[in-house]
Every structure is written in C-alpha cells, then in structure tokens.
C-alpha cells in the first residue's frame, strides 16, 4: 500500500512538471532557433540618410554606413561611418562611432504589418564619444539574407516596454554578409 502512495505520488510530480512547461516549451524552441540563426553572423547597411541627430550641435541628417556584427552571445557591434548630407553615394567619410549592444530576444511578436517578429530588448553597453547608453525596446525579424528592426511611432518610441516599436520597415533593413 505504501509503495502505491509512492507511485502515485511521484507519477503526479512527474506529470505536473512535464504539463506546466509545455506552453512554453514552443516559443522557447522559436527563441532558440531565431538566435542560433542569428548568432555569429555579419550585416550592413548601404548609404542611407541617418535621421536620429547625434547631439544638438549636428542637426542635419548624415549619410551612414552601418556594419552590425552579432556573435554567439548575441553581443552586436555596430560601426556607423558618417558622410555630409550632400555625400548621398558615401564617398568621402567624415567620421564613425562604435556602439555595442547586447540582445535579448523574447518570443514571438505580431507586428502591425502582420510580420511574425521577435521582441527585442537591446541593451547597449558601450557607445563612442560619451553618448548616453540606453535600452531600446524594439522588434527584430529575419527574412533570408535581410535584417530588419522595429521603427518609432508616435504611441510606440521604445523607450519602454510599455512602449515597445510595434511596426517593422521594410525598406530599412540589413543585407547579410556571406563569408
């Protein structure tokens, strides 16, 4: 009888622990899959006009270069190379600033545009010439050989997780690095 309890007992455990974590045993295999696909790869962005101003006294929207590096522990680097506004093919660089970030991927988001996204909290850890570090709340999504991140609006800055970027742009993205 005593053998009975115990059996019973240990089959209850056993079946508790395996049911409690199933729900989430699908998106923690999406996250893993998703990082592992994102995991020591190299990306970059064309000549494109930067419109995020670097302090007060740079009010003009820069012509960028942007080359992101992510290795296995999702650590990104970014190297952004500035050229005048009126160098929009990006001959001549200016200057270039270093930013590193760390992600953190949390699950499986719908975007306005029906994009089947990541959340994405990028906490970053350095940036060059003494800009303030933050923590963006924003979207991340991969399609082929192309990066995309999650965009402002006017409800959704990022600056909160309350306020995380809920729409991806489609013509702002990265394109892979093969090696």
């Known amino acids: 009888m005593k053998n009975l309890r115990i059996a019973i007992v240990l089959s209850a455990i056993v079946l508790s622990?395996?049911?409690?974590?199933?729900?989430?045993?699908?998106?923690?295999?999406?996250?893993?899959?998703?990082?592992?696909?994102?995991?020591?790869?190299?990306?970059?962005?064309?000549?494109?006009?930067?419109?995020?101003?670097?302090?007060?006294?740079?009010k003009d929207a820069w012509n960028v270069k942007i080359k992101l590096s992510i290795d296995s522990s999702l650590e990104a680097t970014y190297r952004t190379e500035y050229f005048h506004p009126n160098d929009t093919e990006c001959n001549s660089m200016m200057f270039d600033a270093l930013d590193v970030s760390r992600f953190d991927i949390r699950g499986k988001v719908i975007s306005e545009e029906s994009i089947d996204a990541n959340a994405l909290n990028e906490i970053f850890i350095y940036k060059s010439g003494g800009r303030e570090l933050t923590l963006d709340y924003t979207l991340i999504y991969i399609d082929g050989e192309r990066l995309y991140f999650g965009q402002s609006s006017a409800q959704n800055s990022g600056k909160t997780l309350e306020t995380r970027h809920s729409s991806i742009s489609l013509n702002n993205y990265f394109r892979k690095i093969i090696k």
């Open 17 to 58: 622990s395996c049911g409690g974590s199933e729900g989430n045993s699908d998106n923690e295999t999406l996250t893993n899959e998703f990082q592992a696909k994102l995991s020591n790869t190299s990306w970059e962005k064309g000549c494109s006009v930067y419109n995020k101003f670097l302090s007060d006294d740079l």
